[in-house]
């Protein structure tokens, strides 16, 4: 087995023989945006997402309604209260039942 370690891209390449390679890499993936918002329980399925899920650990959505008016306390480990939660999730589908085709 011949191995090669590529620096520039923390990958070790492990050449089995001549049409199997194993591709490992050394850096550990850490945050990863889930399926879901931990907060509303919607899709998260934008780059908008990805970027306040790492800010934030919630959807776009949840991130601009309620952990941007109130950073320092949402760090701290605020979230809105559950009723409140339910009344944006309610408000969302009504929304979003008025776009079916």
């Given at each position: 087995?011949?191995?090669?370690?590529?620096?520039?891209?923390?990958?070790?390449?492990?050449?089995l023989?001549?049409?199997?390679?194993?591709?490992?890499?050394?850096?550990?993936?850490?945050?990863?945006?889930?399926?879901?918002?931990?907060?509303?329980?919607?899709v998260?399925?934008?780059?908008?997402?990805?970027?306040?899920?790492?800010?934030?650990?919630?959807?776009?959505?949840?991130?601009?309604?309620?952990?941007?008016?109130?950073?320092?306390?949402?760090?701290?480990?605020?979230?809105?209260?559950?009723?409140?939660?339910?009344?944006?999730?309610?408000?969302?589908?009504?929304?979003?039942?008025?776009?079916?085709?």
């Amino acid at each position: 087995m011949n191995n090669t370690v590529d620096n520039k891209n923390n990958k070790t390449y492990n050449y089995l023989d001549d049409n199997i390679v194993v591709i490992e890499s050394s850096i550990a993936i850490i945050n990863h945006t889930p399926l879901f918002c931990p907060i509303c329980n919607f899709v998260m399925n934008s780059a908008r997402d990805d970027s306040f899920f790492l800010l934030y650990d919630c959807c776009a959505d949840c991130g601009i309604k309620w952990a941007e008016c109130r950073k320092d306390e949402w760090k701290n480990g605020w979230r809105p209260p559950d009723d409140e939660i339910s009344s944006e999730i309610y408000t969302r589908k009504q929304i979003f039942s008025k776009f079916q085709i």
